[in-house]
């Protein structure tokens, strides 16, 4: 098995395993999504405001990791305001309990300190949660959320 970073070539894969992770999630397909999915991951890999794991079996992806960077205005709290969000956590299900997600998010968590993040963010399904937990993120209630 290969871990390493998503590269352009990989595009394709990258927005087929996040609609399968949407519709595990209970998503609904919609349509259209297929090309803001392209146009997000080549916009964000690009700028390097979204850094992506993968994993390979045989030349195979079965395992995505994401970490997306986001500027806030600076504060008392956190002098460069920048801030990272996890997602795009998947691994194929014949693959889960090995350890994997926990892996991938240690590499994210160095994605965050080598750019001096010290807050990370993340929405858990209720598969994930106890992956998180263990890793030591905390449930919080900062956020607050208006739907559009």
């Known amino acids: 098995m290969l871990y390493r970073l998503a590269t352009e070539q990989d595009i394709p894969v990258l927005c087929k395993i996040r609609k399968q992770q949407l519709i595990d999630e209970g998503g609904t397909p919609i349509p259209g999504i297929d090309e803001e999915l392209l146009r997000y991951f080549t916009d964000k890999l690009a700028d390097g ?8 079996d045989d030349g195979q992806i079965i395992a995505t990791a ?20 996890i997602t795009n956590m998947y691994t ?39 992956v998180y937990k263990r ?14």
């Open 49 to 56: 405001s979204l850094v992506e794991w993968v994993l390979e």
């Open 66 to 85: 994401a970490i997306a960077f986001m500027d806030f205005p600076p504060s008392y709290t956190n002098r460069t305001g920048l801030r990272g969000y």
């Open 92 to 130: 194929a299900p014949a693959c889960r309990g090995k350890g994997i997600a926990s892996a991938m998010l240690d590499r994210l968590k160095q994605e965050a300190e080598k750019r001096a993040v010290h807050s990370i963010l993340l929405h858990a399904s209720a598969l994930g949660k106890p």
């Open 135 to 148: 890793f030591g993120f905390a449930e919080s209630d900062q956020w607050m959320e208006l739907r559009l």
